[in-house]
Nanobody
Framework: DVQLQASGGGLVQAGGSLRLSCAAS????????IGWFRQAPGKEREGVVC????????YYADSVKGRFTMSSDNAKGTIFLQMNGLKPEDTAVYYC???????????WGQGTQVTVSS
């Protein structure tokens, strides 16, 4: 079974950084596109990043380009989201995802809360 478990959220001041981690199991990173989504209060879940290793297809939301970077440790089955230059509008619950495209995903982990104070 595909399992995803995100961690690393917290409270940070604007301009700060956080690194989210997602422990993934039940699939390989060559099998599915992997990514991160977020949902802010009162808003729909939105794609932050989705990458398919097999052909290099990469999507980053315009709002995070140049600030957020996704990486992965294939040997450890871990997906990371490095978030720099955080803004209050980045406040949301962040979810890691597998078998994603920019609009959604077939597999979700539980979310981790990121709160950015101004």
């Amino acid at each position: 079974d595909v399992q995803l478990q995100a961690s690393g959220g917290g409270l940070v001041q604007a301009g700060g950084s956080l690194r989210l981690s997602c422990a993934a199991s039940g699939f390989t990173f060559d099998e599915f596109a992997i990514g991160w989504f977020r949902q802010a209060p009162g808003k729909e879940r939105e794609g932050v990043v989705c990458v398919r290793r097999t052909d290099g297809t990469t999507y980053y939301a315009d709002s995070v380009k140049g600030r957020f970077t996704m990486s992965s440790d294939n040997a450890k089955g871990t997906i990371f989201l490095q978030m720099n230059g955080l803004k209050p509008e980045d406040t949301a619950v962040y979810y890691c995802a597998a078998d994603c495209d920019p609009d959604g995903s077939n597999y979700w982990g539980q979310g981790t809360q990121v709160t950015v104070s101004s």
